[in-house]
C-alpha cells in the first residue's frame, strides 16, 4: 500500500459564507363583497319595472380618491384633469347628516392631491355600441358632473356586462312599478299630524301658564301698556281707578282632554300600517294583567306578524337577486381553490367547474317558529323515536340526526362533544372514550331471541296457571260461603219452626190451667153461695153468731189459700216457658264437622 503524498493534496477548503435573507411569500385572497348603496347614489330608468330588464342604470360612486382610481387602472392624466367632488345638496344625504359631513371641501387639494375625492358614475345601458343592429348590455364609467369617459390604457372605458350587479329591496312594494314605499311613508302624514296635535296641545299649556290679560280703555293709564309687554313675575301692572274693574284675565279653555284620545288613535293606526307595536318591541305589561302565558305569546306572535311580512319580502325579492349575482360573480371571476367547511367538514371548492345556473332557484326559508318553538318541537321529536325504537321504526344514526338538531338549537356547535356517531371507532389515546362492542353474531342474537321468546312463554303459562288455581280457590270459598248460609237459613227456620210450636202449646197449656182456675173458683162461689144460702134459709144475718161465724171464716181463708197457691204455680210455669222460649229465641251459630254433619252453638 502506498501512502499519499502530503504535496499532492489539495489545499484547505475556503470557510462558508452566510448570508441575511428576507423571503417574503404573497398570497392574493379573492372574494366577493356585498356593499350598501345608498339611495341617492342610485338611479334607473322612469319606465323600468325591475333591475333585470332595465334598459339604463346608473351608480354614482363618490369615496374614490385620485390614488385609487389609478391604482385600479385608469389613465393618470384623465383622472387628475377630473374635477373635485364638492359634496351634495340631495335631501336624503342631508337628512342624514348628523355632523356636517356633507361640507365642501372633502380632500385637500393643495397639500395632498392623490387624497382627493372624484365623484365616478357608472352606467348600465342597453346600446347598439357595434352597430350591428343588436343591443347589448354595456357598463360605462364617466367621472366629474360633466360625464367625462374614463380611459384605461388609451381606450375609453366601455365593456360589454352580463348582468347589472345591483339588487333592489323595498319593504312595501308596489304591483307595476319599481319603486315601492318605505316604512316612513306609511307614517309620515300621522306624524305631521301628531305634530300638529302636540303643538296645539303645548300651546293652550303654554296660554294657562300666561294668560293673556284684559284692559278696560278707562283703566288703561300711559305705563299700563309698557307694564303688560315686559312679562316678568312680580312686577305690578299700573291701572287708573279700581283694578277688578280695569284688569281682567284671560279664561283660556283646557283641550288636552280632546288631544289625548286622538294621539292614542294615531299610535294605533301607526301600528296598525307598519305592525312596529309596543307588544312587538317588548311585550306590554298591562298585556299581561289576568293573562295566562299561551295567550301573552299569542298576542306578542301577532304584533310581530307585519314584520315577519317585510322581512319575507326582503327574502324573496332582494335576497333571492342578491345570492344569484354572488353565484354569477363567483363563477366568472373564480381563479383558485378555495377550501370551507360544509355540513361540519373541510373540503375544497373550485368555482372555475361550476356549471352555468341560470335557472338555479334560491330557496327561501319559510321559517320554524321562534327557537323556543323548535326546541319544544326537537323535544317532541326526541320523545317520539323512543317510544317508536321498540318497533324498529327507528335506527342509531336517526337518534344521532336528533341529537344533533338538539344540540345546534341549545348554541353546542359540535355535537360529538356530547353524542358518538354511529360506526364511529373509539380512540385508543383518549381514556375517556370506551371502546365500541364488537357486533353481534346473528346465530347468537337468534339464539338469544329464541330463549326470551321461550322465557315469556313459560313466564305466560305460569301467570295463566296462578290465574286458573286462584279462580278455583274463589268458586270454593264461594261455595263454601253458600252452603254456611243455606245451613244457617235451615237452622234458623227450624228454631222458628220449634218457638212457634212451643207458643202454641204454652198458649194451649195457659188456657187450660186459665180453665181448671176458673172451674175452681167457680165451684168454690158455687158451694160459697150454697152454705150461704143454707144459713139464710135457716138463720138471718145477723143471727150467726158463735160457732158458726167462726166456721164460715175458716172455709174462706181456706179457699183464699188454695187460689192463691194455684196463682203461684201458674207464674212459676210461665217463667220457665219464658225463659225455654228466650233460650231457643238466641243467635245461634253453625260449624260443619269433619263427617259432613251440622252443629249449632249458642253464641256468646
Not at 392624466?77 to 342624514?96: D, F, H, M, N, V
Not at 381606450?155 to 318605505?182: K, L, M, N, W
Request: net charge negative; hydrophobic share 35%.
Amino acid at each position: 500500500m502506498l501512502a499519499p503524498n502530503p504535496q499532492t493534496l489539495p489545499s484547505a477548503l475556503p470557510a462558508p459564507k452566510f448570508h441575511d435573507v428576507t423571503i417574503i411569500h404573497k398570497k392574493t385572497y379573492e372574494c366577493a363583497r356585498v356593499c350598501g348603496v345608498p339611495p341617492e347614489e342610485f338611479g334607473i330608468a322612469a319606465s323600468a319595472r325591475n333591475i333585470r330588464d332595465a334598459g339604463y342604470v346608473y351608480h354614482e360612486i363618490v369615496d374614490q380618491s385620485e390614488s385609487d382610481l389609478i391604482e385600479q387602472g385608469y389613465d393618470s392624466e384623465c383622472i387628475k384633469a377630473l374635477p373635485t367632488y364638492s359634496g351634495t345638496t340631495s335631501t336624503e344625504q342631508a337628512a342624514r347628516s348628523s355632523a356636517s359631513e356633507n361640507t365642501s371641501g372633502l380632500g385637500d387639494e393643495g397639500m395632498n392631491p392623490a387624497n382627493r375625492k372624484i365623484k365616478i358614475t357608472e352606467h348600465y345601458v342597453k346600446m347598439d355600441y357595434e352597430g350591428d343592429g343588436k343591443a347589448r348590455l354595456y357598463r360605462v364609467t364617466t367621472g366629474g358632473d360633466e360625464g367625462v369617459i374614463l380611459t384605461r390604457n388609451g381606450e375609453d372605458d366601455v365593456v360589454e356586462a352580463d348582468h347589472i350587479c345591483f339588487a333592489a329591496i323595498t319593504p312595501v312594494p308596489i304591483p307595476h312599478r319599481f319603486f315601492g314605499r318605505s316604512i316612513a311613508d306609511l307614517v309620515m302624514d300621522i306624524q305631521r299630524i301628531k305634530t300638529a296635535l302636540t303643538r296645539g296641545m303645548l300651546d293652550n299649556l303654554y296660554a294657562h301658564n300666561l294668560p293673556r290679560p284684559v284692559i278696560s280703555e278707562q283703566g288703561a293709564g300711559d305705563s299700563t301698556l309698557d307694564d303688560l309687554l315686559v312679562a316678568t313675575h312680580g312686577k305690578p301692572i299700573r291701572v287708573k281707578g279700581d283694578v277688578n274693574t280695569a284688569l281682567a284675565w284671560q279664561t283660556v279653555p283646557d283641550i288636552t282632554g280632546a288631544i289625548y284620545p286622538a294621539l292614542q288613535y294615531m299610535d294605533a293606526t301607526r301600528e296598525w300600517r307598519t305592525g312596529v307595536s309596543r307588544q312587538g318591541q317588548g311585550v306590554d305589561p298591562e298585556a299581561l294583567q289576568n293573562q295566562v302565558a299561551t295567550i301573552a305569546n299569542q298576542m306578542f306572535n301577532a304584533s310581530q306578524a307585519k314584520v315577519k311580512l317585510i322581512a319575507r319580502i326582503f327574502a324573496e325579492t332582494g335576497i333571492r337577486d342578491l345570492f344569484s349575482l354572488l353565484h354569477a360573480t363567483i363563477r366568472r371571476h373564480g381563479s383558485q381553490k378555495q377550501t370551507v367547511r360544509l355540513r361540519n367538514r373541510w373540503v375544497e371548492v373550485d368555482p372555475r367547474e361550476w356549471k352555468s345556473r341560470d335557472d338555479m332557484t334560491v330557496k327561501v326559508g319559510l321559517g320554524d317558529g321562534s327557537k323556543a318553538e323548535q326546541l319544544a318541537g326537537t323535544q317532541l321529536l326526541i320523545g317520539t323515536q323512543e317510544k317508536a325504537i321498540a318497533a324498529g321504526l327507528v335506527s342509531k344514526k336517526d337518534l344521532f340526526n336528533s341529537a344533533k338538531l338538539l344540540c345546534k338549537l341549545l348554541g353546542h356547535k359540535d355535537p360529538e362533544e356530547y353524542f358518538t356517531a354511529p360506526g364511529k371507532q373509539a380512540d385508543p389515546n383518549d381514556p375517556d372514550s370506551a371502546p365500541l362492542p364488537p357486533p353481534a353474531d346473528p346465530k347468537m342474537a337468534e339464539l338469544q331471541m329464541k330463549n326470551e321468546i321461550e322465557k315469556t312463554q313459560a313466564q305466560a303459562d305460569i301467570a295463566t296457571q296462578d290465574r286458573k288455581t286462584q279462580a278455583e280457590i274463589a268458586q270454593n270459598d264461594r261455595k263454601f260461603m253458600h252452603e254456611s248460609q243455606l245451613a244457617e237459613r235451615k237452622f234458623q227456620l227450624e228454631s222458628q219452626l220449634a218457638l212457634l210450636d212451643a207458643q202454641i202449646k204454652t198458649e194451649q197449656h195457659h188456657q187450660a190451667m186459665s180453665l181448671k182456675v176458673h172451674d175452681v173458683n167457680a165451684r168454690a162461689a158455687e158451694r160459697q153461695d150454697k152454705a150461704q144460702a143454707s144459713i139464710e134459709v135457716k138463720h138471718g144475718a145477723d143471727e150467726l153468731t158463735g160457732p158458726l161465724s167462726e166456721v164460715l171464716s175458716t172455709i174462706g181463708a181456706h179457699f183464699s189459700e188454695h187460689a192463691s197457691r194455684q196463682a203461684d204455680h201458674m207464674n212459676k210455669q210461665m217463667d220457665t216457658l219464658h225463659t225455654a222460649i228466650k233460650a231457643l229465641a238466641a243467635p245461634k251459630k253453625a260449624r260443619k264437622n269433619k263427617d259432613g254433619s251440622w252443629t249449632t252453638e249458642a253464641m256468646n
